[in-house]
C-alpha cells in the first residue's frame, strides 16, 4: 500500500463582531478583493507569534479605529468551511464585542469605508460573514 502525503496551505485569520447595546453593528467596506466594495465583519490575519484575539483587536483598530482591550473579547468560535474564501483554504476564529452606542469609527487599512449598521437591516455581507453574525447575535423579539 503507497501512502501518499497531500498537503493544503491554511491561513489563520480572526475577524470580530463589534456590536452596540442598541443593535448596532460595525462593519467595513472592502477596498479589494475578494469582494472588493461589499460589507464585511473586521478582521484579517494572524501575525507570526500572535494570538488570534490579539490579531482580532489589532485588526479592529487597523480598520475601524476602534481600541478595545483584547481581554474584552468572548470568542464565539471557529469558522472552518473549505470554500468560505476563494483565495484559498482560511479558518477564522471570531469574536465579539460590544461597545458604547456612538464610539467613534474612522477607516483604515483594508477598509474603503466603516459604517455602523442595525442588526436588522443589514446589507448582504462577504465570505461566511453573515453566517458568522448570526451565531453571534440573539434575533430581535
Known sequence: MTYTETFETIRYTADIIVVT?????????????????????????????ETSRNAAARELAEETGVHVMSEALHQLGTWDQPDRDPRGRYVTVAYRVTVPAGTPIVAGDDARTVQWWPLDALPPLAFDHADILSAAVEPTS
Open 21 to 49: 447595546p442598541d443593535r448596532q453593528v460595525l462593519l467595513i467596506e472592502r477596498s479589494w478583493d475578494p469582494y472588493e466594495g461589499h460589507w464585511a465583519l473586521p478582521g484579517g490575519h494572524v501575525d507570526p507569534g
